[in-house]
């Protein structure tokens, strides 16, 4: 019995703090773990950059709203459900990811969350576990499930490697490069199909 776990950004939607960055006309916010590899102190530093713009949960959202999802991401995932579970798993937070989830058709996302003050501002943010992708895909084997995971990035190679098939999806050529027995897909058809064989084993 197969669940499908699948990265977000950059595979269904693209990266959120690049593409809310230039939503919003904030160039700083285009900083990443590649730049700042402590991710606490990035989201704190993300937080503060927020607050210093006066941009609450609400006008974050509205400029996420603005964001779409991958060509081709709705229909891919609409299919996909028609022959396995899927469980999105990612490292950003349900508040920012609930208007592309709105245009993804409200799949299953497991990620963090966001701690919102009264005035509507972010103050925190909780991390629900350590290694979240990898933790989540054993505890499914845990509870009788094999798993079929796919990601883009390199946060995504223990759940992929932890997994009965596992693939890399619009991945980078370092990482396909450095991963050669990782199966890598650029298209959602190709990519649908694989994971429709891997559940026919
Ligand atoms: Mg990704």
């Known amino acids: 019995m197969y669940v499908t776990c699948l990265d977000m950004e950059g595979v269904l939607v693209p990266e959120i703090w690049i593409a809310f960055s230039k939503a919003s006309g904030i160039p700083e916010l285009r900083r990443t773990t590649r730049d700042e590899p402590d991710y606490n102190k990035l989201m704190h530093w993300r937080l503060d950059i927020l607050r210093e713009h006066g941009l609450g949960l609400k006008e974050i959202q509205d400029t996420i709203a603005t964001i779409d ?112 027995d990782i199966p890598a897909f650029e298209d959602f058809p190709e990519f649908l199909e694989a994971i429709r064989n891997a559940t026919e084993h």
């Open 69 to 180: 999802p991958m060509p081709g991401a709705r229909e891919f995932l609409d299919e996909l459900r028609t022959f396995t579970q899927v469980i999105i798993i990612s490292d950003t937070f349900t508040e920012f990811a609930k208007p592309l989830m709105k245009k993804l058709g409200w799949p299953t996302l497991f990620c963090n969350s966001l701690v919102v003050g009264d005035d509507g501002m972010i103050k925190d943010f909780k991390m629900r576990v350590d290694h979240s992708k990898l933790s989540t895909v054993k505890a499914l084997q845990s509870i009788g499930f094999d798993t079929i995971a796919a990601g883009d990035s390199y946060n995504d190679l223990e759940m992929i490697r932890a997994s009965r098939y596992g693939f890399l999806f619009k991945s980078t050529e370092q990482i396909k490069k450095d991963n050669p």
